[in-house]
């Protein structure tokens, strides 16, 4: 899997289709995650692989926003 291209992916459809009204989780929420998880693997010094799950994790946590509001946990499973 290329995780990378992974983030890239949803990061960018966050950014462009997550509803307006939406004031926390917007893409820039997403991003702030983001860069926290990369601060405390860091810290905790996870790497590798784990390190790219955390991360892809991370970036996908709130993707059930883009089908909707409610029930949003199961629509990001």
Do not use: W
Not at 19 to 28: N, V
Not at 36 to 49: L, S, T
């Amino acid at each position: 899997m290329n995780h990378q291209l992974a983030n890239i992916v949803i990061i960018d459809r966050l950014s462009n289709e997550l509803p307006a009204g939406l004031r926390y989780h917007s893409y820039i929420h997403t991003l702030t995650v983001y860069e926290a998880v990369k601060v405390i693997a860091k810290a905790e010094g996870v790497k590798g692989d784990e390190k790219n799950l955390l991360l892809t994790a991370a970036a996908y946590h709130d993707c059930g926003f883009l089908r909707s509001y409610f029930d949003h946990e199961i629509h990001g499973c």
